[in-house]
Nanobody
Framework: QVQLVESGGGLVQPGGSLRLSCAVS????????MAWYRQAPGKERELVAQIYSGGVTNYADSVKARFTISTDNAKNTVDLQMNSLKPEDTAIYYC??????????WGKGTLVTVSS
């Protein structure tokens, strides 16, 4: 089993920044993809950013050039730096990892609210 705990959400004004962090623990061997998803009210969950074990990253078009995903192997975290936040970025953000070819784990989420 893998445990994921997100932190760093909160209320921020438009144009502001937040940094989300996901602590990964448990059976972390063979994790090959780490990602952040989000779900806004009334919408489906969507991929925000992902990073592969080799370092390749992938971003949703809506967050490119504003968000950066990174990992800290020493701390076993996957972080999401979010800049130039917009009201449409308001959502619950979920951490996700894939272990092996088909096993996925999810965190419980952290709420990000972008509002003046």
């Amino acid at each position: 089993q893998v445990q994921l705990v997100e932190s760093g959400g909160g209320l921020v004004q438009p144009g502001g920044s937040l940094r989300l962090s996901c602590a990964v623990s448990g059976s972390i061997f063979n994790i090959n993809v780490m990602a952040w998803y989000r779900q806004a009210p009334g919408k489906e969950r969507e991929l925000v950013a992902q990073i592969y074990s080799g370092g390749v990253t992938n971003y949703a078009d809506s967050v490119k050039a504003r968000f950066t995903i990174s990992t800290d192997n020493a701390k076993n975290t996957v972080d999401l730096q979010m800049n130039s936040l917009k009201p449409e970025d308001t959502a619950i953000y979920y951490c996700n990892v894939r272990r092996g070819p088909v096993t996925y784990y999810w965190g419980k989420g952290t709420l990000v609210t972008v509002s003046s």
